[in-house]
Structure formats: C-alpha cells, structure tokens
C-alpha cells in the first residue's frame, strides 16, 4: 500500500509542469497576439511551382513551348510539313491555348504551322517583329490573326511580358532596319524565379553584337540557351556565347538537313564553353527542361 502511494503522487507531480505548461501557452495565445500569431501560422510554402519548356522536334525549324500553371507561351510553330505532329503533340499534352504566341521572324521554317495554332487553339496575343515579309506562310498567317481576334503587339526592346510568376523580355530586335531579315528575330529572355532561358529565334552575328553592346551581363547570363539559327556557324558568335554563359544549350534542326545545320564550328564553340549540348535532329522525343524557380534540369535525359 505504501508503495502504491508513492506511485500516486510522483505521477501527480510530474503532471504539474505539464499542467503549467498549458496554462502558459493558453495565456500567451489569449494575450498576446504576434505570439498567437507565430503559434497559429501556417509553414511557408515554395513560391515556385515548377514549369516546362518543351523543344518540340518538328524537323527543320523551331517550335517551343512553355508551360506555367497560369497559361502557356509558344515561340514560333516550326514548317508548316510539320503542323499535324504539332498539333497532335499539343493536344496530347491537353494544350488548349496560349496567353502569348511569339512568331520571332516571318520565315516558313518559324510560322508554317502559325495559321494552324490560331484557327485550332485559342490565341490571346500574338507577338511579331516589326517588319513585313511577301510569303504566300506570311499571308496565310497574317489572315488568321485577323480572324482569331487575337491581339497583336509589335515587339520592341525592353518590353515585358508575364504570366504568372513567368517573366519575358524583349532584348531584339535593336534596329528598325535589318538586309537580313533573321536578324529581325525577336530575341527573349525568360525568367522564372531565379533560373532563365534565351531564345534568339534566328539572330545572327549582327544582332548578337547589338545586344552585347545594349545589356550587362546580368541580364545575357541565363541557364540555357536556344542556339540562334540552327546552328549555324552565322551565330552563337564566341563573343556572345561568352557573355550568355549558358549551362545548356538546345539546337532545333532537323535530321540530315540540306544546310549542314548544326555546323562544326558552332558545335566546337559550345564544346570549348563547356556547354552540355541538346540536339532535336538525334533520337530521342523533344525535349523538354524544367524549372522549380531555383535550378533547370532536363526532364527526359
């Protein structure tokens, strides 16, 4: 019995600090309010989400797409030989429309499948350069804006674009006239959280010189870079890889292409950069990278 008692209140005075404890915690709740507050507040989640670029491969010519969970921007439609496989690859993926449709530059290779984006998928804008091209693609293109009812902005420099926590930057074209017409390509800077992406469109050597001569280095470096003109030796100038700095690199081409696209130079420029290089004329899907706002990966290999 004695025993037993003993056991009783060494368990009576163990609950008094518990007991105690509570009774603070229930005053400091009451009355004081930062400390309810910081006792009631929810962990504070990640700002980011994650988006996806994707290089979708629809041979010779460019296509990219970019996914955030507030819309989707496209960055040219590639030939228009190619807009079924785009257009089942959207679909695939449960595209339904995009807030931004970028047309860097009026070349088949880049718009071929534009009239197709705005009759099958809703357009809110649509992006072009400043200039005018005479192309039976160029007409059938311009003639489909008019009858989506998108809205048109012409590009110009330093002009930003968002969705969500997505932000696009125009960096080129520079100049109002250009003998090569890929050097009107819109040139945009893609920021997400703390990653980015460059896509030059076509941008040759002249434009990449105007825009070192135009922005810091803070605003060429970025994660990745889309390879200006497929490849071509015409671009990726070592001036510019330099200032871009990129980690990865994508080039859009297609396979055993007439043009030799990518040329050796290019390629050696990249590989003496240090530069991890991603082809779509090589096996594989498209490919695609994501970014959770802090770092870029390649989703497929």
Do not use: W
Request: hydrophobic share 40%.
């Amino acid at each position: 019995m004695p025993k037993k008692r003993t056991g009783d209140a060494r368990r009576a005075r163990g609950l008094v600090p518990a007991i105690a404890l509570v009774l603070v915690l229930v005053a400091a709740y009451l009355g004081f309010p930062k400390i309810r507050q910081y006792i009631t507040a929810p962990a504070v989640a990640d700002p980011y989400g994650n988006i996806e670029v994707h290089f979708i491969n629809i041979g010779q010519g460019d296509c990219i797409l970019i996914r955030t969970a507030d819309g989707n921007m496209l960055v040219d439609a590639g030939p228009g030989s190619s807009e079924d496989l785009l257009s089942d690859y959207l679909s695939q993926l449960g595209v339904a429309g995009f807030e931004y449709a970028v047309f860097t530059h009026p070349h088949e290779d880049h718009i071929g499948g534009a009239d197709m984006i705005l009759t099958d998928f809703t357009v809110s804008n649509v992006i072009l350069p400043d200039c005018t091209y005479s192309s039976a693609t160029y007409n059938r293109m311009m003639n489909a804006i008019d009858e989506s009812g998108a809205g048109v902005i012409l590009a110009e420099t330093g002009s930003e674009y968002t969705i969500g926590d997505l932000r696009a930057t125009v960096l080129a074209p520079n100049s109002p006239d250009y003998k090569n017409t890929n050097d009107y390509s819109i040139v945009l800077k893609i920021e997400y959280g703390k990653t980015s992406f460059l896509m030059t469109g076509d941008a040759e050597a002249a434009s990449e010189a105007e825009i070192l001569a135009t922005y810091g280095p803070d605003m060429l470096k970025c994660d990745l870079l889309k390879v200006g003109h497929h490849g071509s030796d015409t671009s990726t100038s070592p001036e510019f890889l330099l200032a871009v700095s990129p980690e990865y690199a994508v080039i859009s081409c297609g396979r055993g292409n007439s043009y030799g696209h990518p040329h050796a130079i290019t390629l050696q420029r990249l590989e003496n950069a240090g530069v991890i290089v991603y082809r779509t004329d090589e096996p594989g899907d498209s490919i695609v990278f994501v970014s959770d706002g802090v770092s870029v990966t390649p989703k497929n290999g």
